[in-house]
């Protein structure tokens, strides 16, 4: 009896044993589980770019008096600024290097550092071949902003062609392009980067 005893103890405290490093290994799974870093999902942004200017709508086109003109107030892309057409030809004495910066991930939490710089082609009047590139100019930037998830964001910056132009033709020189390059900082996210050229033709 005492031997038979011993036995059932021995196994009680066997199956008690078990049942204790079951119940730690279960617990240890438990907290792995809860702290396990949550996965991140991949920030997917896209930048594109134009430019663009206030014009005349086609249907303020029709009969338009060009020394009464009405205001300008559609918004259209520019492909080439030139004095071909002094209605049907947008020639815009300001224009805006417009920037979309767009969110296509579900983050919520994605901060933009958006980045604008401008180059002119500036050359003899009569003369594109004698034209260089001259240093890039930083445009102010906004502040870092906030996108949301398949968020898009406008960015315009005004350009003064006109103001240009006039400098230039002092020296009898001409701005025959002008080059954008709009990019943006996102952390955690390869920088993301677009160029977009204007060229300006001189009245013939």
């Known amino acids: 009896m005492i031997i038979t005893s011993m036995l059932k103890r021995e196994n009680n405290s066997h199956k008690l044993l078990a049942s204790a490093v079951l119940l730690h290994f ?101 003369n594109k071949s004698s034209a260089r590139w001259g240093k890039k100019i930083l445009l102010t930037p906004p502040e870092s902003f906030r996108l949301g998830p398949s968020e898009t964001r406008t960015l315009r910056y ?14 009898h020189e001409w701005p025959w392009s002008l080059r954008a390059t709009i990019s943006t900082s996102v952390p955690g996210s390869a920088e993301e980067m677009v160029a977009i050229e204007l060229p300006i033709s001189p009245a013939d």
Not at 158 to 171: Q, R, W, Y
Request: charged residues 25%; glycine residues 6%.
């Open 158 to 171: 005004p350009i003064g062609l006109a103001e240009k132009m006039t400098v230039l033709s002092k020296t």
């Open 26 to 126: 279960a617990v240890g799974l438990l907290f792995t589980s809860c702290v396990r870093p949550r996965k991140v999902a991949p920030v997917e942004i896209s930048v594109s770019g134009r430019f663009e200017c206030l014009w005349w709508s086609e249907q303020q086109m029709v009969g338009l008096d060009p020394n009464a003109p009405p205001p300008k107030a559609t918004r259209v892309k520019l492909e080439r600024w030139e004095y071909s057409d002094p209605i049907g030809v947008p020639h815009p004495e300001i224009l805006d290097v417009t920037a979309q910066i767009s969110n296509h991930s579900d983050r919520d939490d994605v901060t933009i550092r958006p980045k604008i710089e401008i180059q002119w082609l500036e050359g003899a009047e009569d």
